[in-house]
């Protein structure tokens, strides 16, 4: 299969990897030395069209099936996960807004998001309320304006954006008939904008505590109609999200296995490398394994999005749960055959181990994930 200027994927592949290996670790080193992500980064991202790989070609994009793109990404996160994080949320949030935009929302808000010349951050998780339709951020309009007041927390490059896609309710409604999906202005008055403390991992990533009062809004930045707020965000956005999430999982674990096997290699203990060990050997295994098994789940949750199966949004859920309980095993398996020199900051496993914490929250903790498929999986035993 060939993209727009004629590269074929595996090439694209190839430029990905030797990228991730090469660059990518400069900039990874810089990160965390800085706990900042370098605006060359995300130049460089841009440049190389890697912030618009799954965008079609007529908006700019590569054209990559989302299969596609899956691989990709998997080679992304055995990079820096600030650096993924950059690529999943600009290849993925376009999607979100172009759903339900009209042609002059396209125009202004999604082509130049898929260009990289305008960084968009989704806004949704919230301090006082549970994640969806417990949304308590609320709006009153006021003619063409809403009038925006509530709080948002843990909002990944909420600083460092020009707009946030942004989901809050009607004053006085309930449920999701009542919410709505905002393009504010990162400069809207109205708005205080905290940076929120470094993370334990993933450093370098903004993520902002944002504090509304009565912030105008235009209705014309609005998303469809009221009452669409929870459909842009949970079937645009949270479903094939969830997917990129999962397979996120599996390059990370990927990249720990990789040191682990290196290290285990060259390791020599009693005139044997720890690889002869088969307690060692054993648990290399069982990650090969583990690995394989959430690859596969995720990308035949990755069809069943693109074929606009019903299902698609359980597998999400199951795609996540498995993988990123697959990481929590490699990398601590990892971390383990490393003994205690991977325990000291600075070594690349101990970056990885840190990391991989994050996706246990991202799109939804493991809870929320059986919670959604037990949803499906009793309403379809009815």
């Known amino acids: 299969m060939t993209q727009a200027d004629g590269t074929s994927f595996a090439t694209l592949a190839r430029e990905v990897e030797a990228f991730v290996r090469g660059p990518g670790e400069e900039y ?45 990404l998997e080679l992304f996160s055995m990079s820096h996960a600030s650096l993924r994080m950059i690529v999943h949320v600009c290849n993925g949030v376009w999607r979100s807004i172009d759903q339900f935009a009209s042609d002059e929302q396209r125009k202004k808000f999604v082509l130049p998001q898929v260009a990289g010349d305008l960084r968009v951050a989704f806004t949704l998780t919230e301090p ?36 946030w896609l942004l989901f809050a309710r009607l004053d006085g409604s309930t449920g999701k008939d009542g ?20 993370t334990m991992g993933v450093r370098g990533t903004d993520h902002a505590h944002l504090i509304f009062d009565r912030a105008p809004v235009p209705v014309a930045n609005r998303l469809g109609e009221e009452g669409d707020g929870l459909a842009v965000a949970l079937g645009g956005f949270l479903t094939p999200s969830r997917i990129g999430v999962a397979m996120t999982c599996v390059g990370l674990a990927r990249r720990a296995q990789e040191l682990a096997v290196e290290h285990a290699g060259n390791r020599v ?30 990308l035949h949750a990755a069809r069943r999005w693109e074929a606009g199966q019903r299902d698609a949004g359980a597998l999400s859920s199951m ?64």
């Not at 709505?180 to 008055?189: F, G, K, T």
């Not at 295994?285 to 394989?292: F, R």
Request: charged share 25%; proline share 3%; glycine share 8%.
């Open 28 to 72: 990874a080193a810089a990160i965390e030395r800085d706990r900042s992500v370098p605006a060359q980064l995300w130049t460089d991202l841009r440049d190389r069209g890697y912030l618009r790989l799954a965008a079609p070609v007529d908006y700019g994009g590569a054209g990559l099936s989302f299969t596609q793109y899956l691989h990709l």
């Open 128 to 163: 006082t309320a549970g994640t969806g339709a417990d949304l308590r951020a609320s709006v009153v309009r006021d003619g063409d304006t809403y009038l925006l007041s509530g709080e948002k927390h843990l909002i990944t490059f909420g600083v460092s954006c020009d707009y």
């Open 179 to 198: 919410t709505v999906a905002l393009m504010v202005d990162r400069h809207v008055e109205g708005v205080r904008v905290e940076p929120m403390p470094d």
């Open 269 to 298: 203990t009693f005139g044997k490398p720890l690889t002869a060990r088969q307690a060692v050997a054993f648990a290399l295994a069982e990650n090969a394994a583990d690995i394989e098994a959430a690859r596969q789940l995720t």
């Open 319 to 382: 795609a996540k749960l498995v993988a990123v309980d697959m990481l929590t095993r490699v990398t601590d398996k990892a971390l383990q055959a490393h003994g205690g020199i991977g325990y000291w900051e600075g070594s690349t496993i101990e970056r990885v181990y840190r990391d991989a914490r994050a996706q246990r929250f991202e799109e939804g903790t493991n809870e929320i994930q059986k919670t959604v498929i037990a949803r499906e999986i009793l309403a379809a035993g009815r």
